[in-house]
C-alpha cells in the first residue's frame, strides 16, 4: 500500500501478514495491537499518521521503520508499542517526528534503536516525548542529534551496547535514566 490515503482507522488486530508497507501513505489511526509480522513493517517516505498508532504486544520479524514519517496524536499516545518484540531494529530516524507519546514500555528489540535526527515531542503534561521503561534493546540506542520536547524515560532499560546521546536536544529538562541497566 504505497501513497495511499485512509480516512478511517485501519484494523489488524491480531492479524498475520508477511510484510507491510505503508510508504507515503496516509492515515487515521491504525489498531495493530497482538499483530505479526513475518518481515518488516515500513512506515516511512512520507508515512503520516493523523491518530494513534498501536502497536502493542505486536511480534514483527525483521525491522520496525519510521523514518522520514510523521505520527500526530497531540492527546494521547502517537505511537503504542507496549509489550512489542522487534527481532531486527526500530528506526524512528531521519526526519520521523512524533507529536503525542510514543511509548515502548516492556518491549524487547533484538537490534537497535536509532532515533538519530528524531523530533519527539509531547507537552500535554502527561506521559513522555519517548517512553523506554523497562524495555530490552540487544545492541544500542542512537539518540545523535535528536530533539524531545517533553519527557524521556528509560527507567529499569536493559541496553546491551552503547548508549550513544551526543548533539541532542532536550527542551524539558526531566528526563529520567534512572536504573539504566547495561548488560
Known sequence: MEKCVFTGDISLFAGHIAELDMVGTQIKSLSGSRLNVEQSLNLNDGFVANGEVNLQNAVIGGDLSCEESLFE????????????KVNGSV??????????????VDSTVGGIIDCESGSFK???GS?????????????????????????????????????VV??????????????VGWC
Open 91 to 104: 528506526m524512528l530516524r531521519n526526519n520521523f517526528s512524533s507529536i503525542g507519546e510514543v511509548r515502548f
Open 166 to 179: 551526543q548533539g541532542r536536544k532536550i527542551h524539558q529538562p526531566s528526563v529520567r535514566y534512572t536504573g
Open 73 to 84: 496524536n497531540a492527546n494521547g499516545m502517537a505511537i503504542s508499542a507496549d509489550g512489542i
Open 122 to 124: 509531547n507537552i500535554n
Open 127 to 163: 506521559g513522555c516525548a519517548l517512553n523506554f521503561t523497562r524495555a530490552k534493546i540487544e545492541r544500542a540506542l542512537s539518540m545523535r542529534n535528536s530533539i524531545f520536547d517533553g519527557r524521556v524515560s528509560m527507567e529499569n532499560a536493559l541496553i546491551g551496547g552503547a548508549n
